[in-house]
């Protein structure tokens, strides 16, 4: 402890601004800004606030043994410097695999980087998909039938989709229906959209772990938090005591939305690049859908 002590001193007395501040300075300094914010919001909201917390006390009982010449405290915790690094990485290995994912994602690199020239599906999902899957979700509330859509996004959920029954078939408001109907054989679990197919029904999805969930919530619901932690999909719940729908993404949930707010979301999820064409398409679909409903 002492060796790092006598480094930060000799580092802080050598420390000197310099002379001139050039563009590479201001480029450099910006750089750093951007990246310590996005530290921060990772931290902020995932298990590492927690540990970040406890990892600052640990920090200051140790520099208070320090002042009090605890000796045989400051020789373990020397010794076991190495191996609690280790240890930290992997406690957080889910949260620094799901930021690396992020960091990677396809539409915070698309205005950079074109990955794809447009492949054959051009639309991730159809408009007679989403307004089947509307239908859907809408009428199993009403008769308070619980359900669980993951629609897939640019993360491949083959690891989940493994874990159930293969169906590959045609979204349609009735297959959900029939799917979700109590003491039928695939009730139970979610169902993985791709495009505009249900590939697989009764998959295990992985519960989150965040205690400021609403502990009202159930299992249904901490599933499809815990996807939308680990992937960047959409999961559409129904709940089976409320017949609420709700949402979740990036980790979060929504409950009780309306059909024009899902709705909204799953026209942000049809389209692979957020071009000003898409918007175009998006404004006149929203005029269209406003005709139709005051007819």
Not at 21 to 33: F, K
Not at 162 to 189: A, C, K, R, W, Y
Not at 212 to 220: A, F, Q, S, Y
């Amino acid at each position: 402890m002492e060796k790092y002590i006598e480094l930060l001193k000799r580092y802080w007395m050598n420390m000197s601004l310099p002379n001139r501040i050039g563009i590479i300075d201001i480029v450099q300094i910006l750089l750093i800004a951007v990246f310590v914010y996005y530290i921060i919001l990772w931290v902020k909201s995932t298990r590492a606030y927690t540990l970040l917390k406890g990892l600052l006390l640990i920090l200051l009982f140790l520099f208070l043994a320090y002042l009090l010449r605890m000796d045989t405290i400051l020789y373990i915790a020397q010794n076991v410097g190495v191996v609690a690094i280790t240890a930290l990485i992997i406690i957080l290995q889910p949260e620094l695999r799901r930021a690396l994912e992020q960091l990677g994602e396809k539409n915070k690199l698309s205005r950079l980087i074109r990955f794809d020239s447009g492949g054959p599906e051009e639309w991730k999902i159809s408009d007679k998909t989403i307004n089947e899957l509307i239908r859907a979700v809408y009428d199993m509330g009403e008769v308070k039938t619980g359900a669980l859509i993951v629609l897939e996004n640019d993360v491949l959920l083959k690891e989940y989709e493994q874990t159930g029954i293969p169906l590959d078939s045609v979204l349609t408001s009735q297959l959900l229906i029939n799917i979700f109907e109590h003491n039928t054989p695939l009730h139970d679990g979610a169902v993985i959209v791709r495009y505009n197919r249900v590939v697989a029904a009764t998959c295990y999805l992985p519960l989150s772990d965040n205690m400021d969930l609403n502990k009202n919530l159930g299992t249904r619901h901490r599933a499809g938090v815990g996807i939308s932690e680990v992937s960047d999909a959409l999961t559409i719940i129904v709940s089976e005591e409320t017949g609420k729908v709700s949402y979740t993404l990036g980790g979060k949930i929504y409950t009780g939305v309306a059909p024009n707010e899902l709705r909204e979301e799953l026209y942000k999820l049809q389209r692979r690049d957020s071009t000003e064409e898409s918007d175009k398409k998006r404004r006149r679909r929203r005029r269209n859908d406003g005709k139709e409903n005051h007819k």
